[in-house]
Protein backbone atom coordinates (compact mmCIF):
# COMPACT_ATOMS: atom_id res chain seq x y z
CA UNK A 1 0.00 0.00 0.00
CA UNK A 2 1.56 3.87 -0.50
CA UNK A 3 2.16 5.71 1.66
CA UNK A 4 -0.74 8.51 2.72
CA UNK A 5 -3.32 5.94 2.85
CA UNK A 6 -6.97 7.60 3.53
CA UNK A 7 -9.44 5.37 5.29
CA UNK A 8 -12.34 4.57 4.62
CA UNK A 9 -12.33 5.26 0.45
CA UNK A 10 -15.95 6.90 1.21
CA UNK A 11 -18.06 7.80 3.58
CA UNK A 12 -21.84 9.31 4.09
CA UNK A 13 -23.20 10.60 6.84
CA UNK A 14 -25.99 13.37 7.69
CA UNK A 15 -25.64 16.93 7.98
CA UNK A 16 -24.80 17.61 11.81
CA UNK A 17 -23.06 14.47 12.65
CA UNK A 18 -19.39 13.89 12.82
CA UNK A 19 -17.18 12.94 10.26
CA UNK A 20 -13.57 11.07 10.97
CA UNK A 21 -11.47 9.85 8.17
CA UNK A 22 -7.74 8.26 8.62
CA UNK A 23 -4.82 8.53 7.04
CA UNK A 24 -1.93 6.07 7.66
CA UNK A 25 2.39 6.27 6.05
CA UNK A 26 4.94 4.09 6.23
CA UNK A 27 7.86 6.39 6.61
CA UNK A 28 9.47 8.96 9.19
CA UNK A 29 8.20 12.62 8.33
CA UNK A 30 8.60 15.92 8.58
CA UNK A 31 4.97 16.97 8.62
CA UNK A 32 1.69 15.54 7.48
CA UNK A 33 -0.93 18.10 5.62
CA UNK A 34 -4.89 17.58 4.92
CA UNK A 35 -6.44 18.82 1.83
CA UNK A 36 -10.16 19.09 0.67
CA UNK A 37 -10.86 18.72 -2.90
CA UNK A 38 -14.42 19.59 -4.71
CA UNK A 39 -16.05 20.65 -7.73
CA UNK A 40 -16.70 23.89 -6.50
CA UNK A 41 -13.85 24.98 -4.50
CA UNK A 42 -10.96 23.10 -6.42
CA UNK A 43 -8.06 22.08 -4.36
CA UNK A 44 -7.60 23.40 -0.34
CA UNK A 45 -5.14 22.96 2.01
CA UNK A 46 -6.62 22.60 5.66
CA UNK A 47 -3.87 22.02 8.30
CA UNK A 48 -0.57 21.36 8.08
CA UNK A 49 0.59 19.35 11.72
CA UNK A 50 4.47 18.93 12.25
CA UNK A 51 5.93 15.65 13.25
CA UNK A 52 6.36 17.10 17.15
CA UNK A 53 2.82 18.35 17.25
CA UNK A 54 0.17 16.00 18.70
CA UNK A 55 -3.05 17.87 17.70
CA UNK A 56 -3.99 20.69 15.90
CA UNK A 57 -7.52 22.89 15.50
CA UNK A 58 -8.88 25.00 12.57
CA UNK A 59 -12.39 26.03 13.26
CA UNK A 60 -14.80 22.55 13.13
CA UNK A 61 -11.58 20.92 11.90
CA UNK A 62 -9.13 18.61 14.27
CA UNK A 63 -6.40 17.06 13.14
CA UNK A 64 -4.67 14.56 15.33
CA UNK A 65 -1.05 12.73 14.63
CA UNK A 66 0.52 9.53 16.66
CA UNK A 67 4.05 8.92 14.87
CA UNK A 68 4.08 5.94 17.32
CA UNK A 69 1.59 4.81 15.03
CA UNK A 70 2.22 6.45 11.88
CA UNK A 71 -1.14 7.65 11.78
CA UNK A 72 -3.42 10.64 11.42
CA UNK A 73 -7.34 11.40 12.06
CA UNK A 74 -8.85 14.19 10.40
CA UNK A 75 -12.48 15.36 12.28
CA UNK A 76 -14.86 17.44 10.83
CA UNK A 77 -17.42 18.24 13.77
CA UNK A 78 -21.18 19.54 13.04
CA UNK A 79 -21.05 18.65 8.93
CA UNK A 80 -22.18 21.03 6.81
CA UNK A 81 -23.27 19.55 3.15
CA UNK A 82 -20.96 22.14 1.63
CA UNK A 83 -18.66 19.70 3.33
CA UNK A 84 -18.99 17.31 0.61
CA UNK A 85 -15.80 16.69 -0.97
CA UNK A 86 -12.56 14.56 -1.26
CA UNK A 87 -10.29 14.81 1.50
CA UNK A 88 -6.62 13.87 1.33
CA UNK A 89 -3.51 13.61 3.55
CA UNK A 90 0.08 13.84 2.06
CA UNK A 91 2.97 12.94 4.30
CA UNK A 92 6.26 15.14 3.69
CA UNK A 93 8.75 12.26 5.00
CA UNK A 94 12.43 13.34 6.26
CA UNK A 95 15.37 13.18 4.15
CA UNK A 96 14.28 15.50 1.77
CA UNK A 97 11.75 15.55 -0.67
CA UNK A 98 9.06 13.22 -0.97
CA UNK A 99 6.08 14.60 -0.66
CA UNK A 100 3.56 11.39 -1.24
CA UNK A 101 -0.23 12.05 -1.50
CA UNK A 102 -2.83 9.62 -0.68
CA UNK A 103 -5.83 8.12 -3.09
CA UNK A 104 -8.15 10.24 -0.94
CA UNK A 105 -11.24 9.96 1.12
CA UNK A 106 -14.78 10.90 -0.41
CA UNK A 107 -16.94 12.35 1.91
CA UNK A 108 -20.88 12.86 1.16
CA UNK A 109 -22.88 15.29 3.88
CA UNK A 110 -26.59 14.45 3.27
CA UNK A 111 -28.92 17.49 4.04
CA UNK B 1 -10.43 32.97 -4.95
CA UNK B 2 -6.74 32.33 -3.82
CA UNK B 3 -5.19 34.92 -5.36
CA UNK B 4 -3.70 31.96 -7.55
CA UNK B 5 -4.40 32.41 -11.22
CA UNK B 6 -3.93 29.84 -14.24
CA UNK B 7 -4.51 29.91 -17.64
CA UNK B 8 -5.63 28.55 -19.92
CA UNK B 9 -8.03 26.59 -17.51
CA UNK B 10 -8.70 23.70 -20.63
CA UNK B 11 -5.68 22.74 -23.25
CA UNK B 12 -5.77 20.30 -26.24
CA UNK B 13 -2.79 19.68 -27.66
CA UNK B 14 -1.49 17.04 -30.01
CA UNK B 15 1.56 15.06 -29.25
CA UNK B 16 3.68 16.97 -31.42
CA UNK B 17 3.20 20.55 -29.94
CA UNK B 18 4.11 22.95 -27.71
CA UNK B 19 2.62 25.21 -25.40
CA UNK B 20 2.85 26.21 -21.68
CA UNK B 21 0.56 26.69 -18.55
CA UNK B 22 1.02 29.75 -16.91
CA UNK B 23 0.56 30.38 -13.15
CA UNK B 24 0.22 33.83 -11.44
CA UNK B 25 0.32 34.03 -7.47
CA UNK B 26 -0.93 37.88 -6.06
CA UNK B 27 0.16 36.74 -2.30
CA UNK B 28 3.54 37.77 -1.95
CA UNK B 29 4.51 34.27 -1.66
CA UNK B 30 8.17 32.63 -2.18
CA UNK B 31 7.66 29.31 -3.28
CA UNK B 32 5.90 27.61 -6.50
CA UNK B 33 4.70 24.42 -7.28
CA UNK B 34 3.55 22.49 -10.21
CA UNK B 35 1.56 19.14 -9.35
CA UNK B 36 -0.01 16.92 -11.68
CA UNK B 37 -3.59 15.22 -11.04
CA UNK B 38 -4.51 12.36 -13.21
CA UNK B 39 -7.89 10.60 -13.33
CA UNK B 40 -6.76 7.39 -11.36
CA UNK B 41 -3.78 8.26 -9.41
CA UNK B 42 -2.86 10.17 -6.81
CA UNK B 43 -1.65 13.74 -6.69
CA UNK B 44 1.57 13.95 -7.89
CA UNK B 45 3.90 17.43 -6.52
CA UNK B 46 6.16 17.79 -10.17
CA UNK B 47 8.66 21.04 -9.30
CA UNK B 48 9.16 23.14 -6.56
CA UNK B 49 10.40 27.08 -7.01
CA UNK B 50 11.97 28.76 -3.68
CA UNK B 51 12.65 32.44 -4.73
CA UNK B 52 12.66 31.45 -8.28
CA UNK B 53 15.46 28.66 -8.12
CA UNK B 54 14.47 25.13 -8.68
CA UNK B 55 15.00 23.46 -5.85
CA UNK B 56 13.45 20.05 -6.01
CA UNK B 57 12.57 18.23 -9.17
CA UNK B 58 10.36 14.98 -8.35
CA UNK B 59 11.76 13.07 -11.82
CA UNK B 60 9.30 14.52 -14.07
CA UNK B 61 10.26 13.60 -17.43
CA UNK B 62 12.17 15.71 -19.89
CA UNK B 63 8.79 16.67 -21.97
CA UNK B 64 8.04 18.96 -18.92
CA UNK B 65 10.02 22.47 -18.54
CA UNK B 66 9.30 24.30 -15.65
CA UNK B 67 10.19 28.60 -15.93
CA UNK B 68 10.30 30.98 -12.87
CA UNK B 69 11.16 33.94 -14.03
CA UNK B 70 10.22 36.32 -10.93
CA UNK B 71 8.69 35.43 -7.56
CA UNK B 72 4.99 35.53 -8.86
CA UNK B 73 4.63 34.28 -12.24
CA UNK B 74 5.60 30.11 -12.76
CA UNK B 75 5.32 28.54 -15.81
CA UNK B 76 5.25 24.92 -17.50
CA UNK B 77 6.21 24.72 -20.52
CA UNK B 78 5.17 21.33 -22.63
CA UNK B 79 6.43 19.69 -25.14
CA UNK B 80 6.24 16.31 -27.33
CA UNK B 81 3.50 15.14 -24.76
CA UNK B 82 2.36 11.40 -24.63
CA UNK B 83 -1.36 11.18 -24.10
CA UNK B 84 -0.87 9.89 -20.72
CA UNK B 85 0.01 13.57 -19.68
CA UNK B 86 -3.54 14.31 -20.07
CA UNK B 87 -4.39 15.57 -16.42
CA UNK B 88 -5.35 18.27 -14.78
CA UNK B 89 -2.05 20.20 -13.45
CA UNK B 90 -2.39 22.34 -10.50
CA UNK B 91 -0.28 25.23 -9.04
CA UNK B 92 0.34 26.11 -5.65
CA UNK B 93 2.07 28.69 -3.59
CA UNK B 94 3.06 29.54 -0.30
CA UNK B 95 5.06 32.07 1.69
CA UNK B 96 8.39 29.62 1.99
CA UNK B 97 9.47 26.31 1.27
CA UNK B 98 12.43 24.67 3.74
CA UNK B 99 14.56 22.38 4.13
CA UNK B 100 12.61 19.50 1.10
CA UNK B 101 9.22 20.24 3.26
CA UNK B 102 6.28 22.38 3.34
CA UNK B 103 6.23 24.36 6.25
CA UNK B 104 2.91 26.44 6.10
CA UNK B 105 -0.29 26.33 4.05
CA UNK B 106 -0.33 26.51 0.17
CA UNK B 107 -2.63 28.15 -1.84
CA UNK B 108 -3.53 26.22 -4.87
CA UNK B 109 -5.16 27.54 -8.67
CA UNK B 110 -7.90 26.44 -10.47
CA UNK B 111 -5.89 24.42 -12.46
CA UNK B 112 -5.25 24.03 -16.22
CA UNK B 113 -7.20 20.29 -17.67
CA UNK B 114 -5.13 19.33 -20.14
CA UNK B 115 -5.84 17.21 -22.99
CA UNK B 116 -3.34 15.19 -24.79
CA UNK B 117 -4.98 13.77 -28.30
Known amino acids: SQQGEEDPQALSIQEGENATMNCSYKTSINNLQWYRQNSGRGLVHLIL?????REKHSGRLRVTLDTSKKSSSLLITASRAADTASYFC???????????FGAGTRLFVKA | ETGVTQTPRHLVMGMTNKKSLKCEQH?????MYWYKQSAKKPLELMFVYSLEERVENNSVPSRFSPECPNSSHLFLHLHTLQPEDSALYLC????????????????FGPGTRLTVL
Open chain 2, 27 to 31: LGHNA
Open chain 2, 92 to 107: ASSQEWASGSFTDTQY
Open chain 1, 49 to 53: IRSNE
Open chain 1, 90 to 100: ATDATGGFKTI
